[in-house]
């Protein structure tokens, strides 16, 4: 059976460290006071803080395997060591313009667990992130979006 590998760029793995330490050594610790607070009121059979408090500490300790299988599985592509920078791979910034509106934006292509399009950032998973994989400059790029099929230039990948 072989391991699935989760790319992700440098940045997103140190986020990703850095919410599992958060979630080790504070969120599971205050889970455990709340349950200790809960405990203390008495009858568990009718107790909303104790009910909150467990499914608070599920969510914590699913959260924790799911990040311990990620780091686990991470395959850390640093953008600044890529040298091919004449098509589109994991890690690039490509400026694209919207063929329809002229409007012209610029995105990053990260792994699943750092996308961000607010911020630039989008998934290589992403529709438009597996319509871009393998462009170069000029190239026209169909992405089948939710409101229909929108098309982009290829401007410039850096």
Not at 62 to 90: H, M, Y
Not at 102 to 130: C, H, K, N
Request: overall charge negative.
């Amino acid at each position: 059976m072989t391991v699935e590998r989760v790319p992700m760029t440098p940045n997103g793995y140190k986020k990703l460290q850095e919410e599992l330490r958060r979630l080790k050594t504070v969120e599971r610790y205050e889970v455990i006071k709340l349950i200790a607070y809960a405990r203390s009121l008495g009858d568990l059979s009718e107790n909303a803080e104790y009910e909150t408090a467990k499914q608070r500490q599920s969510f914590v300790e699913g959260r924790i395997q799911e990040l311990d299988s990620k780091i686990s599985r991470a395959e850390i592509i640093d953008p600044a060591e890529l040298k091919n920078k004449d098509r589109v791979t994991f890690g690039v910034r490509v400026k694209l313009e919207n063929v329809e509106t002229g409007e012209t934006v610029t995105y990053q292509l990260v792994g699943p667990d750092e996308s961000d399009p607010d911020d630039g950032l989008i998934s290589i998973s992403s529709p438009i992130g597996r319509a871009l994989i393998g462009k170069q400059v000029d190239d026209d790029v169909q992405v089948q979006a939710p409101g229909g099929v929108r098309e982009f230039v290829v401007l410039e990948i850096s």
